[in-house]
């Protein structure tokens, strides 16, 4: 059975991948996800705010008695927050690449431009296969347009494709008024790749104590179906490579993204929950069920049911709107 599959212009001997995680924190975790037979690993994200407080901190270090960033200071996550600093985040790259011999990809996560863009050549410098940008942003404001959140995600990938020749995935969340417009876009400012989608952690209320309470709560099979969609009518319309990222549990969710024109699918919830060898599993899972289905190649399979074979994939959904509303019945 040929499970190779193309993604980022990695050639990959299947599509499972480790997506960002804490994982890759640990050396000894990193290899055993190797030997389940993960096809690449993806690095958690460097964040803006982290480079943007050492920086501070630096900045405090040498003037003690400035008080310039005093307020920006106030908001940005302390340094013990973040498990690897910038530059132990890039020798971590070098310790992943010497240890495994899969693709490493670096990720950055920010919304707007800037020095800590820099960081993206220290990955290309430290061995990265390819860079994820993850553009997770969550508008407050009223007077911020979607325009301008859009033109400045634009500008973010812009800058990081003139800076590196690695290829760029950009991670997107699916609360975009025309997504498909907007991946276009990003593909045209320079991104290669789309990964569908950033999970939103929500805060809760803690009603008793009247604080406001974080929480992480791993991903449900049902949070596939949102991305399977997405998938369907994007691969084949706007051209790139396609990651899904959030859902995929079970050997029959990998199937379901491919099939939607997925090239890699990236697990993270199903290996916190049962350890990195839970990939080799839904690894074995995959090959049977093809095998069982009389497939070839992974590569048959691939974008068999995207909506490029609908003549018009918005009465598609409108009808399947439709359908689901009125065909619900309740039972005394």
């Not at 997405?230 to 959030?246: C, D, K, T």
């Not at 974008?303 to 074979?309: A, T």
């Amino acid at each position: 059975m040929d499970l190779h599959t193309r993604y980022l212009g990695l050639e990959l001997p299947h599509p499972l991948i480790v997506g960002a995680s804490p994982l890759v924190d640990d050396l000894v975790l990193v290899q055993r996800c190797v030997d389940s037979g993960a096809a690449a690993i993806v690095m958690h994200s460097l964040f803006e705010e982290q480079v943007q407080g050492e920086a501070l901190a630096r900045d405090a270090f040498h003037d003690a008695h400035a008080h310039s960033h005093a307020e920006a200071a106030t908001y940005l996550p302390r340094a013990a927050e973040f498990r690897l600093g910038p530059d132990e985040y890039l020798e971590q790259i070098r310790r992943i690449r010497r240890r495994v011999p899969v693709p490493v990809i670096a990720s950055l996560n920010g919304t707007t431009r800037g020095s800590w863009l820099e960081y993206a050549t220290g990955m290309e410098q430290a061995g990265a296969a390819a860079i994820e940008l993850n553009l997770y942003e969550l508008v407050t404001d009223c007077d911020t347009t979607g325009t301008s959140v859009e033109a400045r995600a634009l500008e973010v990938v812009d800058a990081v494709r003139g800076s590196v020749k690695l290829p760029i995935a950009v991670k997107l969340s699916p609360f975009y008024t025309s997504l498909p417009n907007f991946a276009a876009a990003l593909v045209g400012a320079g991104a290669n790749g789309l990964v569908l989608f950033n999970r939103f952690y929500q805060a809760d209320i803690d009603v008793e104590r009247l604080e406001v309470e974080r929480s992480l709560h791993l991903s449900e099979r049902s949070e596939l179906l949102l991305r399977l969609r997405w998938l369907a009518i994007l691969s084949g319309r706007v051209q790139a490579s396609y990651a899904i990222s959030g859902g995929v549990h079970e050997a029959t969710d990998a199937v379901k993204a491919v099939m939607a024109g997925a090239n890699a699918v990236q697990l993270v919830s199903a290996l916190l929950r049962h350890g990195p060898e839970r990939l080799g599993a839904i690894l074995r899972d995959l090959r049977e069920w093809l095998e069982q289905h009389e497939y070839e190649s992974l590569e048959q399979l691939h974008g068999s049911i995207n909506l490029r074979r609908c003549p018009d994939p918005r009465a598609f959904e409108r009808a399947n709107y439709v359908h689901v509303l009125q065909s619900w019945r309740f039972e005394s």
